[in-house]
């Protein structure tokens, strides 16, 4: 009788526990998660197994809970010889990772004395995918491992290790356990939808370009860009549109940011006329189904169940208004491609003015443009020409926002 197969997830948070290892878990793996977290790794193996709470609208209308249960799982501290023993364990079929990006440079260093430990016990083929919410991150992960690898272990991880990206989608917001009726810390809430896709050539295993132990819920594609673009420049862009302008106008969760007449429009604007107009040209998607990608992206939005925190889908502004990120990374394409940018125009100006003593990027940013001047700011930012067209619009929005600011900062959230 064989071995149940194992994956090791690096990141025993919300993401990794409410997305991720459930899918691995009902597709037959055993899931380890690794963490630095002694008191959560200890309660998952005091526990070993906890409640998945699905968040639906239309489940919560109608007097239902719906409840997935991860069974048998383990957890091992990241920081300690167990995670080498789980790297090197013979029935390891793979690595996922939900850490946050900037943290890919931290566990690099263990993952790659474990595929030495593995190469010296005689492992065999395993894939590593990085489940971070940016494009390109586990080919970011590889880089990093490969700077701790001596030419015999790289030879090995080149044969044996499959680095595949990713694209991950699904909201799992902030978790009322009272509410929920929860007994468990480690229960998580998630809503319904989700969608993982992987880069299906960069897979390693028996048939080139699949999992050995194919994952439900996974789906295989030969052009993950598109995809990455798609998600990032339409579930995340008008996430954090939203996120925004509903913290300026004092909202406290997407739900209800949505719900404003003035953000809807502004939410619409970017993703149809804009992002999506820009994506179909590029990547030649049908218009309509990209448009009725968009309408469900904003629905998700709407449902209340999820109750998510504004201040948490706006949180490192900075991060977010990164060139190639979910603002920049949409607007540069549509200046691409000669496609203006309104709306695109103030949901930068309303990052630009995401004020948030409690989250360090907001502080700099906001010190940054009291020094320099918003104009100048701007163009250091952005990368755009000052007085461009597009320059102009986020400077215009920037003070027409300004009145916007209906509640005092101190008593918004």
Partial sequence: MSSKPRAIHFGAGS???????????????????????????????????????????????????????????????????DILKEIQHPDLKLITTAVGVHILDKIAPTIAKGLKARRVAGGGTINIIACENTIGATAQLAEKIHTHLDAEDAAYVSEHVGFANCSVDRIVPPFDRREHQSESALDVGVEKFFEWVVDGEALKGVDPG????????????????????????????????????????????????????EVIAVVRGALHGETGAALCRKHSFDEKAHDAYIDKIITRFENVAVKDDVARVGRQPLRKLGRGDRLLGPARMCIEYGIGVPHLAIGIAAALHYENEEDEQSVEMR????????????????????????????SEAYRKLEGWKKFPRTTRL
């Fill in 367 to 394: 010190k940054a443009i009291a020094e320099k001047g918003l104009e100048q700011y701007v163009v250091e930012l952005t990368g755009l020409v000052d007085g461009s067209e597009p320059h102009k619009q986020i």
């Fill in 210 to 261: 699949a999992l050995d132990i194919p994952v439900d819920g996974m789906t295989l594609t030969d052009n993950l860009v598109a995809y990455n673009e798609r998600k990032l420049f339409t579930l995340n862009a008008g996430h954090a549109i939203a996120a925004y302008l509903g913290y300026l106008k004092g909202l406290r969760t997407i739900d209800a940011s949505i719900s404003d007449s």
């Fill in 15 to 81: 993401i990794g526990r409410g997305f991720i290892a459930p899918l691995l878990s009902k597709s037959g793996y055993h899931v380890v998660f690794a963490d630095v977290d002694k008191a959560l790794i200890d309660a998952i193996n005091h526990r070993r197994a906890y409640d998945v709470h699905i968040l639906d609208t239309t489940a919560k209308q109608n007097g239902k809970k719906m409840v997935e249960e991860v069974l048998h799982v383990n957890g091992v501290l990241s920081t300690t010889d």
